[in-house]
């Protein structure tokens, strides 16, 4: 089955099969920032955005978003020119093994976008769904709260 998306900005024509995931599609064609945790939607490795929204690519077929805009981890920043999302973490320690941290920026840069003065139970709620064993979330939040004051 063929299908265009725009990932990251560029128009891509693809093979894929009827029941292939987002997840699946993206990290057979490269984009190995999305992470397979849990296949189940309840961990948020696997968060992208479509069209600017976070969403658990796992839990998406990627025929239902034929047509439609996806942005990875990659499409934000890269090893030399990390996001001001990725830096502010890195400052504040929220980052360990790294597994959730890129699903955790897509969903901050979203909520960033969105309300650039997000309150702590905002930023908690959009966080809600990311599972991070290494952090204890404290650190991200800190993290989070610089990175939305870094950008006003």
Request: with cysteine.
């Amino acid at each position: 089955m063929q299908i265009k998306l725009t990932i990251n900005g560029k128009l891509k024509s693809l093979e894929i099969h009827p029941g292939e995931t987002l997840l699946e599609t993206l990290r057979g064609n490269g984009y190995t920032g999305v992470k397979y945790g849990c296949g189940t939607g309840d961990c948020g490795a696997c968060v992208v955005l479509l069209n600017g929204r976070p969403v658990n690519s796992c839990q998406v077929l990627t025929a239902a978003v034929d047509n439609e805009s996806i942005t990875t981890i990659e499409g934000l920043s890269t090893m030399d020119n990390p996001h001001p999302i990725q830096e502010e973490l890195v400052k504040a320690g929220a980052v360990q093994c790294g597994y959730c941290t890129p699903g955790i920026v897509l969903s901050v840069y979203a909520l960033l976008k969105s309300n650039p003065h997000p309150t702590e139970d905002e930023i908690k709620n959009a966080l809600d769904g990311h599972l991070c064993r290494c952090t204890g979330y404290v650190k991200i939040l800190e993290g989070v709260k610089n990175a939305a004051e870094r950008a006003n």
